[in-house]
């Protein structure tokens, strides 16, 4: 995943290519709370270069790529065994994402917010989310089995190859063959 940002040591900008300016970045360089993520001694060096993309990105108005940069930080925070920090980074991803939703369909959108709402043990609200979701077929089963682990208040990674393999395993049960469901 380090191959997806870049970081100048020398002014401290961070994005997917330095080489492209993104006019506003200086402000945010330059302010306090940047300089509080580059100073974070619990935070590693990855994980700071995507929280300061994500600011620098949030502060020039994309909250879009911002969550998503954000997201990215709690993945390797995962990776590091800090959860503490990894839930701190779903919680802004969530915050980031009631600054963009505007309640159009966004299938992609709905399941990342899904899974950070359980994995943030915000397991009611999670529930409630995805009972006014209409989707079909194998996205119904995930979000069914996302309701089935909130109910387990279960906040552990499930990847969807992992969902995959549950849902696999179902239709395994039922009807003995062995379909893929994410293509
Ligand atoms: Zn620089």
Same mark, same amino acid.
């Given at each position: 995943m380090f191959m997806w940002i870049q970081f100048c040591g020398n002014c401290s900008y961070s $994005?997917? %290519?330095?080489t492209v300016e993104i006019? $506003? /970045? =200086?402000?945010? *360089?330059?302010s306090k709370d940047y300089k509080i993520i580059l100073k974070d001694s619990q935070l590693s060096p990855l994980v700071k @270069?995507? +929280?300061?993309?994500?600011? =620098?990105?949030?502060?020039d108005g994309d909250q879009r790529m911002a969550m998503f940069k954000t997201l990215h930080a709690a993945w390797v925070c995962d990776d590091n065994r800090n959860s503490f920090k990894a839930l701190e980074c779903? &919680?802004?991803? +969530?915050?980031?994402m009631d600054k963009f939703r505007s309640g159009?369909? %966004?299938? &992609?959108? %709905? +399941? *990342?917010?899904i899974d950070l709402l359980r994995r943030?043990? @915000? #397991?009611?609200? /999670?529930i409630d989310f995805c009972k006014? +979701? &209409?989707f079909e077929g194998e996205l119904a089963e995930v979000v069914r089995i996302q309701i089935e682990l909130c109910l387990n208040k279960d906040i552990r990674a499930h990847t969807i190859a $992992? #969902?995959?393999? =549950?849902?696999i395993n179902r239709q395994n049960l039922g009807t003995g063959k062995k379909e893929f469901v994410f293509r």
């Open positions: $994005s997917k %290519d330095i006019k $506003s /970045a =200086i402000e945010t *360089i330059i @270069k995507f +929280l300061c993309y994500a600011m =620098i990105l949030e502060k779903r &919680n802004k991803a +969530l915050s980031l159009e369909e %966004d299938t &992609n959108i %709905d +399941l *990342i917010k943030t043990e @915000k #397991f009611e609200e /999670a006014t +979701l &209409n $992992s #969902f995959k393999k =549950i849902v």
